[in-house]
């Protein structure tokens, strides 16, 4: 393994548990404590993780989001229970808008099989998976393509979502909390994601609590913006019940 492929195969490890020993990390690549060390300054230089005594973590400040493909199996349980917690919302006849992401993908598997809906996304990665649905009526937004998550974001994007009525809106995002809102390292985002909080009736975060507490450059909008939170029950009750008291509804479900 080239060290730019170990960087990476280290990120996504410690993405998956959020604090990992150097011990583990150095056993898990099979190399030495100091190939760790270096591969863990190179990545604190990047801004993605920081070291603590003995291990690393992420960074609370996000900087880039994994791409699609490395997203996909991360906290992967904990994404289809979202998803079918989310699913429960949606009645047939509805317009429903999901958002790019693989949280919203496994809402996207929750309400195929309903009837009469119409679904709109900016995820080619839905679209494609949805076609094979002949009693949906399924909009892409189109737009500016990001190919690192399969999907479109830009003003393009922002104008067609701007011009509908939804019911119900599935937001992902990959950095949320009471202090800061939700917010992304990605300008483009930015644009669509607001332009879903005017035209929805009802927004709904589908977000895993490994989320929580991080932050990207752009904010997006306070979370008292949103009508619902769905995540999981990694979640702390302090925070959930801090969220409730901003007139959120909460779900948090188990794996």
């Known amino acids: 393994m080239i060290p730019a492929e170990r960087r990476d195969y280290i990120y996504r490890y410690v993405h998956e548990r959020n604090i990992v020993p150097i011990n583990e990390l150095a056993q898990e690549l099979d190399v030495s404590h100091m190939t760790v ?3 863990i300054q190179q990545l604190e230089t990047e801004g993605k993780v920081v070291s603590v005594s003995g291990g690393v973590r992420l960074n609370d400040a996000v900087k880039q989001e994994l791409a699609y493909s490395e997203k996909a199996s991360i906290h992967h349980n904990s994404k289809v229970a979202i998803g079918l917690a989310a699913a429960e919302l949606v009645e047939d006849g509805q317009v429903i808008y999901l958002d790019a992401g693989t949280t919203t993908f496994e809402v996207a598997r929750g309400i195929a099989r309903k009837a009469n809906l119409t679904v709109v996304t900016n995820d080619f990665t839905i679209a494609h998976y949805l076609m094979q649905y002949p009693q949906l009526t399924l909009f892409h937004t189109g737009g500016l393509v990001d190919a690192r998550n399969r999907s479109c974001v830009g003003q393009a994007a922002a104008t067609l979502l701007a011009s509908l009525n939804l019911d119900l ?3 992902s995002s990959s950095s949320w909390d009471l202090e800061r809102g939700m917010s992304t390292p990605t300008e483009n985002k930015v644009m ?3 332009a879903l ?3 929805a009736r009802r927004r709904i975060l589908v977000s895993d609590s490994s989320k929580y507490g991080k932050y990207g450059m752009f904010r997006i909008c306070p979370l008292q913006a ?3 939170i769905i995540s999981d029950d990694g979640l702390a009750e302090e925070a959930a019940e801090q969220l409730r008291g901003q007139g959120l509804q909460v779900r ?3 794996q």
């Open 252 to 254: 948090l479900v188990g």
């Open 169 to 171: 809106a599935f937001i």
């Open 37 to 39: 060390r270096r591969d």
């Open 197 to 199: 909080l005017k035209v």
């Open 226 to 228: 949103l009508t619902d």
């Open 192 to 194: 669509v994601k607001q």
